[in-house]
């Protein structure tokens, strides 16, 4: 028996054409923690108490796993680094490239752009790093408005999914940098933001990965002025059953896959199915939205594709 | 009672996943449940009650509709006073802009707030549409003592004049109601614009006292339904002075309904007695042997 390879060949060894990274956060260690009851935001009710008292012992969720809060930042971090370079690459071949038309959809609804007899806006894209809703909102101000004067703020935690947009703005016709800018900024502070400032807040396919939520929701609320937007497009909860089960296969068992095969790279698109199965439901959202002190209309939201998707409008009064 | 019963240790071991907001725990007393799944019997029982989730956690549970007519209570209002704002500036630019964005766009500034302002109405131009059907729907209930008075006890009169009410909150946009006419037969508008034409329709039956409680109740509604849509449409294309014509065509299709209404009760009190009458003629018949 000697002469018999000491593991047998499976179809695996031949699909594996980089080399997997293998990093602290491994999905094998997130799996094994019982998953904590969905929706629960953050989990101070929960885990918070029965680890003490001390204030850095609260926790996050990061994936299914909870993480101390302090180092979810740094995790999410660690994951959009790692993913900066294909990310839009892996986003068409995740959503089949419907992750286009959400954005498309998301901007025309949105609208924006100077108007006859108006003011030119800022716009201020949270959690945009690789631009690509704020190139969209700039062409649609200067295709459909006529409008050169628009400003969008692009900010991220992430200094390398910021350098991949810059990059890429290079190549447009922003890329004098008169029109958008890119900083670095903490989504629960904006701390480079004044007050009372921007016309339009957009966050597209970020808001899943804060630390806390209603803390960068307050923080939105801060800088926009009385009569500014909140609009988030986000994935949300699939409200057909047949839909959703497929939905869950899918993103449990295929996503993960394809960032292995694709991007080498298959712990964080497991955090990434993870987060999205984490993040509440659209009604629950539209909740703190509004308690964050945004005036929402009717629902508050509208679903794309059945619900995979969800844009949620809210406006400061 | 015998004394040497074995109680029951009953440990519950709910993992925390199950503890949600939606899980219900609670014991129910005497509930024989054990026999059930072959354990000894107990006083004490546990139950493990799963809400309905769309209960537990919704934000909105205070502030759900109420499915009937309260006297008590004032009626639901979609709409937060800013909005209520934004959109009636908006209508008063609907005549100059017609059923657009620009509208809406102007209505924000109206209202003090920004040109961006418009994106928070989540369906855009229909939102607008949807509120001129509310606010008009909602100003028929204020003219009831007067209607009441002008046109006595009859409801056929009645309906009318609430027909009439309602158009004629039209005749100011009724140039740009073809624009509204589309938005509202797009799909996905399809289902909230018939919704509004169901509750209109209503609204006028409930204010004439309608007391039906057969399936009558369904016809009446539908029929009005027809007869002010086709109506409305009709009024799109009327050139004459203040409207005659089209007043003109809402008696002709009232009465054409009422025609109908009263040879179908005709044919059916016929057919009735008709049926009836054969009945206790063969029952004679046969009864004679």
């Given amino acids: ?317 | 009672m015998n004394p040497n019963r074995r109680r029951l240790q009953l440990s519950v071991n709910i993992e925390r996943k199950s503890l949600t907001h939606s899980t219900l725990a609670f014991i129910k007393p005497n509930h024989n449940i054990c026999s059930q799944f072959q354990m000894p019997s107990t006083e004490f029982s546990v139950l493990v009650r799963r809400m309905p989730t769309h209960l537990s956690k919704t934000p909105f549970h205070c502030v759900r509709r109420r499915s009937y007519h309260s006297y008590d209570h004032l009626p639901y209002n979609p709409y937060t006073p800013s909005q209520e704002k934004i959109l009636s500036s908006a209508l008063k630019h609907v005549p100059e802009y017609g059923f657009v964005k620009q509208s809406l766009v102007q209505g924000c500034r109206d209202a003090g707030y920004l040109d961006t302002t418009h994106a928070v109405f989540q369906d855009g131009v229909f939102d607008l549409v949807k509120f001129h059907l509310y606010k008009e729907r909602n100003k028929l209930a204020a003219l009831k003592p007067q209607i009441d008075e002008d046109e006595g006890k009859s409801v056929g009169k009645r309906i009318r004049r609430y027909c009439t009410e309602r158009l004629k909150a039209n005749e100011l946009i009724i140039s740009k109601w073809t624009e509204a006419i589309a938005i509202m037969g797009l799909l996905q508008n399809i289902p909230q614009s018939l919704e509004e034409l169901a509750k209109l329709s209503d609204e006028i039956w409930f204010l004439v006292d309608d007391k039906t409680s057969d399936f009558d109740w369904y016809t009446k509604r539908a029929t009005l339904a027809a007869v002010y849509s086709s109506t409305e449409l009709y009024m799109t294309q009327d050139n004459s002075p203040r409207f005659e014509n089209t007043y003109d065509y809402l008696d002709r299709r009232l009465a054409a309904v009422q025609n109908a209404g009263s040879s179908i009760s005709n044919l059916a009190s016929w057919a009735t007695f008709t049926g009836f009458a054969s009945l206790n003629l063969l029952q004679s018949q046969l009864s004679r042997g």
């Fill in chain 1, 1 to 317: 028996m000697a002469f018999l390879p000491r593991q047998p060949l499976r179809p695996s060894h031949f699909l594996r054409l980089r080399q997997v990274v293998h990093r602290q956060v491994s999905s094998a260690r997130y799996l094994s923690v019982p998953a904590p009851p969905l929706g629960n935001s953050n989990s101070e009710t929960n885990l918070g108490k029965e680890q003490g008292t001390q204030a850095r012992s609260k926790t996050t969720h990061f994936g299914f796993k909870d993480v101390p809060e302090y180092e979810k930042e740094d995790l999410v971090r660690e994951v959009f680094s790692s993913v900066a370079k294909s990310y839009d690459v892996m986003n068409d071949f995740m959503s089949f490239g419907i992750h286009r038309l959400w954005k498309d959809h998301f901007v025309a609804k949105l609208d924006p752009g100077r108007r006859p007899g108006g003011e030119p806006l800022s716009i201020l894209d949270v959690a945009g790093g690789t631009g690509d809703i704020a190139f969209r909102m700039l062409d649609w101000a200067s295709d459909i408005h006529n409008d050169h004067q628009s400003k969008v703020l692009v900010v991220d935690i992430n200094d390398d999914m910021l350098k991949e947009g810059h990059k890429r703005s290079l190549t447009t016709r922003y890329g004098d940098g008169s029109r958008i800018e890119f900083k670095v900024q903490n989504a629960e502070l904006l701390d480079a933001v004044p007050d009372n400032s921007q016309d339009l807040y957009t966050v597209a396919f970020g808001i899943r990965n804060f630390t806390n939520i209603p803390a960068a929701l307050r923080a939105a609320h801060r800088i926009l002025k009385p009569g500014g937007v909140f609009a988030c497009l986000e994935f949300s909860k699939v409200n057909v059953g047949i839909l959703d089960m497929i939905y869950q296969q899918y993103s449990f068992n295929i996503i993960p896959l394809m960032g292995q095969l694709v991007a080498a790279d298959r712990d964080s698109y497991q955090y990434l199915v993870e987060s999205i199965a984490r993040f509440p439901s659209q009604k629950e959202f539209a909740g703190m939205i509004k308690d964050a002190g945004f005036e929402i209309s009717g629902d508050g939201y509208e679903d794309l594709t059945f619900g995979v998707a969800a844009i949620h409008t809210g406006v400061k009064v």
